[in-house]
């Protein structure tokens, strides 16, 4: 909006309040720049209310000390809305009474210093008359009150210097910084402001308007960004109704698939069944015939030992039909159950599916709104700057700017935010079922080491974790031998495809866990928690203490796992406390664990239970049901008994189809435990080469299948298991 823009031009909407949607009356401002009518805002204000949230952007404000009375008015649309009246007033009626003459006429001009109409007469008497010099460039003849003819700048020429608080009957001559860009009087230089820093109201009002300028400037910039949210919101809401209907189809086709599997199955049993009976019936039958050649001498000493005999072998041959028949049954059984089971947990599966896409609808909907009022503080902060830059009203310029440069401000920091939890929202959580597994009910860990895999990374001493994705990227964390901490990551192959130091020193606790397919959950330092981008490595990491409030000064921080499904990072630490932060980094929650665990070694969630490796070295390890606050143990996992020694819990991971692997260690001996689904019973346990010092444990997807993956601690070198 140019300075040289009519009057007319200003938007409607711009003058409107969109409370009560009439022209504004008493404008009141808010932060964000957008402006109600005073008792509309004491309307929608409770009594002793200390807060408000803005009707358009939803941006919540605290209220100053005199409430709704104690927010500044927007003086210049409360100018602009004034001489609108003005004009509106003069058509319904041009007669007015004449502040000189006192006569009721039709009125032809009006004095913004007398604040009164003029009649033609005393009109030419009031802008010659050297008695009214003062007023001369404040008398507006309403021959060219229609706002075609009439710009903001000249509209604000015509009004007078505001009155000073402390003497209303002097004009304001003088600026006070300190107190706010107070308008003043003389007379309180010599009082209240002796001392404060004064200036001339035009050097400033020239000085905050370039300021001003410099600060929209920079605003544009970021335009594209702001306006380009929304479009990433419809992105991330296609994307997910897609991922939707492909995980759906996806389990679906398996379903099928093991239904056409155990049918066969089935049928391969009762064929093979069919077949040995039909053997045995052959054999029974040749058995029999040669039986009876052999006893046809002896039946005719002893008839009765011959019907004996067949009688044996009847019984024998039907008791093994029997058995065939049973263990047929049983297959049959087993593969109709299994079914019953895989369609039970995909079933599941699906409303787990159907629930996280509302859930994520609705954090979609929710970003969408805030983005959306992103959107409209941007064109307010830019309308309401284009309209004060056009006015050119020096007080009311010194009075405004200070304020729209702090919208500004703070629009940048909102507009240049990143939103690391929204590529979550289009995706969906589910754990896979590899097919014929679930139904046989088993998944076997190779007997010996599959790979080794040499790690080229030469910064990294030690390595203290890992932690895969969907798409089979690995990444690792560890210290260099300057104590940095340190992460990588990594092709299966073992080539570098990144690496970085993070803050905080690599003497403590470093662990990570993907949080999404390019999101990585990290610990160190001590007590610092933070997410890695492996697309343009950047990083954002935050104190405990800084979050949470009375967070022990001594806490420290152990491990880390992420629940994918709630966006959730899960910190555990050397005491009972576990901290939930979403992807912003904000603090959930803080649970307490159970009073039987000290400590959370390594932590991994597992069908909204959180697995729990006890840091106390009492070589015990539980699986926990997580409450609000509160946590209860579900089971404890058996220990391992492999070759007598004493085992510690040090790392534990799951695989897609559910099985829980524990890594233990003992004396310089590590040992990987598959436990049940259900209960932490252990179904198998290989024991690593003990030349190996391996420190962690983690189950990733690969073109191969799915493996366990162990990086050893100093020597930089990676031990593959497939899982089979």
Not at 129 to 134: K, L
């Amino acid at each position: 909006m140019a300075s040289a823009s009519p009057l007319e031009d200003i938007d409607e909407q711009y003058l409107q309040c969109c409370i009560c949607m009439e022209q504004l009356k008493e404008p009141k401002i808010l932060p964000c720049l957008h402006r109600y009518c005073q008792e509309c805002l004491k309307k929608i204000v409770k009594k002793g209310a200390k807060k408000i949230e803005c009707v358009t952007c939803r941006e919540v404000h605290t209220l100053p000390k005199g409430g709704i009375n104690g927010l500044k008015t927007d003086f210049n649309t409360k100018n602009i809305i004034e001489f609108i009246q003005l004009q509106d007033s003069v058509k319904v009626d041009p007669l007015r009474t004449c502040i000189h003459c006192n006569k009721k006429q039709e009125a032809s001009a009006f004095c913004f210093r007398c604040n009164d109409f003029l009649c033609k007469t005393c009109h030419a008497f009031h802008a010659s008359s050297p008695m009214f010099q003062d007023h001369h460039p404040h008398i507006f003849s309403l021959s060219e009150a229609e706002a075609a003819n009439l710009t903001i700048q000249k509209l604000s020429s015509l009004k007078v210097a505001p009155r000073c608080q402390t003497h209303p009957e002097k004009l304001s001559e003088l600026c006070c910084t300190t107190c706010g860009n107070l308008p003043i009087c003389i007379p309180c230089t010599f009082g209240e402001h002796r001392g404060h820093n004064l200036e001339e109201v035009k050097s400033l009002a020239n000085i905050q308007r370039e300021m001003l300028k410099g600060k929209i400037a920079d605003l544009l910039q970021d335009k594209e960004k702001a306006y380009s949210m929304q479009e990433g919101i419809k992105k991330a809401k296609d994307k997910l109704e897609l991922n939707v209907d492909q995980e759906s189809q996806k389990l679906q086709e398996q379903l099928d698939r093991e239904r056409e599997r155990i049918k066969k199955e089935i049928q391969d049993a009762e064929k093979e069944s069919n077949t040995k009976q039909a053997d045995l019936q052959e054999r029974m039958k040749k058995e029999t015939s040669a039986r009876l050649k052999e006893l046809e001498k002896e039946m005719r000493e002893s008839r009765e030992r011959y019907e004996q005999a067949c009688r044996e072998e009847r019984q024998e041959a039907d008791s093994n039909l029997r058995e065939l028949k049973k263990e047929n049954t049983k297959v049959r059984e087993k593969l109709e159950g299994g079914l019953r089971v895989m369609n039970n947990e995909i079933q599941e599966m699906l409303a787990s599916i159907r629930t996280q896409k509302d859930e994520n609808a609705k954090k979609i909907k929710e970003l969408s709104d805030h983005f959306d009022g992103i959107v409209k503080r941007f064109e307010n902060v830019t309308a309401t700057a284009d309209c004060i830059l056009a006015a050119q009203n020096d007080w009311t310029d010194v009075q405004c700017i200070p304020d729209v440069c702090r919208a500004v401000d703070l629009l940048r920091e909102e507009v240049k935010r990143d939103n690391p939890g929204m590529e979550n929202l289009s995706g969906v959580t589910i754990r896979g079922l590899s097919a014929g597994v679930t139904v046989r009910g088993k998944v076997g860990i190779s007997e010996d080491v599959e790979s080794i895999i040499h790690l080229h990374i030469k910064e990294c001493e030690y390595i203290t974790d890992i932690t895969g994705n969907e798409d089979g990227t690995i990444a690792i964390t560890g210290r260099t031998s300057a104590g940095q901490t340190y992460i990588a990551v990594i092709t299966m192959g073992g080539s570098l495809q990144q690496q970085n130091i993070l803050p905080g020193a690599g003497w403590n606790s470093i662990r990570c866990s993907f949080l999404s397919q390019y999101l990585i959950a990290v610990i160190c330092g001590g007590n610092q928690v933070g997410i890695y981008d492996i697309r343009d490595q950047s990083r954002r990491f935050i104190n405990l203490s800084d979050v949470i409030m009375n967070c022990p000064t001594c806490q420290m921080v152990s491990s880390v796992t992420t629940d994918r499904v709630n966006d959730h990072i899960i910190v555990g630490c050397h005491s009972r406390d576990v901290y939930v932060f979403n992807s912003k980094l904000e603090h959930v929650k803080t649970i307490k664990l159970p009073n039987v665990i000290e400590g959370a070694g390594d932590i991994a969630m597992y069908k909204g239970n959180l697995l729990v490796c006890d840091s106390s070295r009492t070589g015990r390890a539980f699986a926990v049901a997580l409450k609000q606050t509160a946590s209860e143990v579900k089971y404890e996992f058996t220990k391992p008994m492999a070759g007598r020694s004493y085992w510690n819990p040090c790392s534990v991971c799951t695989d897609q189809t559910g099985f829980i692997y524990m890594l233990w260690s003992s004396g310089g001996r590590s040992l990987i435990v598959q436990y049940t689904k259900d209960g932490g019973q252990i179904e198998l346990e290989r024991e690593v080469d003990r030349t190996h010092n391996v420190s962690a444990i983690t189950a990733v997807q690969t073109k191969q299948g799915e493996k366990l993956l162990l990086p050893t601690l100093g020597t930089k070198k990676l031990l593959t298991y497939s899982l089979t």
